[in-house]
């Protein structure tokens, strides 16, 4: 199913609205407010609010679609395997990715991948210590709720 879904999320404070293409994810984001023109509607919007109310879910199964170069691919495909409940350091993701964790430049294209980041929850950038694409506040109750 193709389209715009999104739902209001007590639990982080905002919406979280993830846009489809096919049967993959192409983006997350947390508005403020549901768009007018998204659908409430969606199975993985019910295992996302489950996982919101204590169901452990990892979404390593939900298909993303990710166009983004093949450095911040393998980035966000270690952090995509950082286990629920679990946070670790950049350094720590550059050295999964393969990359040098005492290198200024391989850390900030770590970073720069997880500003960037498409899918947020599905690629868990909450789950990395410092700025991903989740917003600051949305990251801390994520963290909360993998607790």
Do not use: K
């Not at 549901?34 to 659908?39: I, S």
């Amino acid at each position: 199913m193709e389209g715009l879904y999104a739902r209001d999320a007590p639990t982080l404070g905002r919406a979280i609205q993830v846009g489809l293409a096919g049967d993959r994810v192409i983006s997350v984001s947390f508005p403020e407010t549901v768009p007018a023109d998204a659908d409430p509607d969606h199975p993985l919007l019910d295992r996302v609010f489950a996982y919101l109310d204590g169901a452990e879910d990892h979404f390593d199964d939900v298909e993303v679609a990710l166009t983004v170069p093949t450095e911040q691919r393998t980035v966000l495909e270690a952090a995509r395997n950082v286990p629920y409940g679990e946070t670790v350091s950049v350094s720590r993701l550059a050295r999964l990715a393969g990359l040098d964790d005492d290198e200024a430049d391989d850390l900030e294209a770590v970073r720069a991948a997880l500003r960037e980041n498409p899918v947020p929850l599905f690629i868990p950038d909450h789950r990395i210590e410092g700025p991903g694409a989740t917003p600051p506040a949305v990251a801390e109750r994520l963290r909360d709720v993998e607790a």
